[in-house]
């Protein structure tokens, strides 16, 4: 049995037994581990609120035959702010969903957990001149997760014959991971996959979202109509690559179209 510090990111938690709780945590040394919150669920453990998702702290943890254990808990940020908002929080738990469901256990990517980090902190920043849209940072996060993990969607060129992309409309295959020129499209019945249509200008805006300075974000405006064609791409370029939807999706659709940044909307 052997100590180890790392600093996380609690991604979910699920009960085990009467009083535990497990914990997947994604950690800025290890990369994604699972461990065991030993009497979690008990009011009064100490280990209660600082394994709750969204958690970033500091971890003692013990390596076990099976799970890792948690044994101390120093609590840096809890984004309460984020948890007390429903639309915050549905995006969030998004964002936590899909870091779980593309990444194995124990492969660090520091790039990831700072990624999730920031992102978590211009969620939990609302108030003030430099609040970040939520969706806006939503779809940096995905963009930009995609891209360290390999499958960032190519824009800057036809993805069959290698051209320019000249057309005002274009559309975007999952399977190919990438857009294809009007000529090009011509063939699209021999795709395996329903091609996405997205105009030049969301194109201009995700390939900002993707390799953007992330600090200057807040000056981004994207109209709703291109939010709504990056949010197809992003969700359609995900699908082909997961074996099932990811389940924080339903919700969040839900509380977008029920809530406005968490508050509820007039009639």
Avoid at 17 to 34: N, P
Avoid at 220 to 226: D, G, K, T
């Amino acid at each position: 049995m052997s100590l180890y510090r790392a600093e996380g990111i609690v991604l979910r938690t699920r009960a085990l037994g009467e009083a535990d709780r497990i914990a997947t945590i994604y950690t800025r040394e290890a990369g994604k581990v699972r461990a065991v919150a030993r009497g979690a669920r008990r009011p009064r453990c100490r280990l209660s609120g600082s394994t709750e998702p969204f958690t970033h702290a500091e971890f003692l943890l013990f390596r076990g035959t099976g799970l890792d254990n948690i044994s101390q808990v120093e609590i840096r940020e809890s984004f309460q702010a984020i948890r007390g908002n429903l639309g915050l929080m549905a995006r969030a738990s998004y964002m936590a969903e899909l870091l779980d469901r593309t990444t194995e256990e124990g492969e660090p990517a520091p790039e990831i957990f700072q990624l999730l980090l920031k992102c978590l902190r211009m969620l939990a920043q609302q108030d003030g001149p430099g609040a970040v849209d939520p969706d806006t940072v939503l779809y940096a996060y995905e963009a930009r997760l995609l891209r360290y993990l390999g499958y960032a969607p190519m824009l800057d060129r036809c993805m069959g014959c290698g051209g320019p992309m000249g057309a005002r409309r274009l559309v975007f295959y999952p399977s190919l991971g990438g857009v294809l020129c009007e000529g090009c499209r011509g063939n699209r019945e021999q795709l395996d996959t329903a091609g996405v249509e997205i105009s030049r200008r969301s194109v201009e805006f995700l390939r900002w979202l993707l390799s953007g300075d992330l600090e200057r974000l807040g000056y981004l405006r994207i109209p709703p109509s291109s939010k709504n064609e990056i949010r197809e791409v992003l969700h359609a370029h995900e699908d082909f690559r997961l074996d099932s939807p990811l389940k924080s999706r339903g919700f969040l659709d839900r509380i977008t179209e029920e809530f406005d940044g968490g508050d509820v909307k007039d009639g």
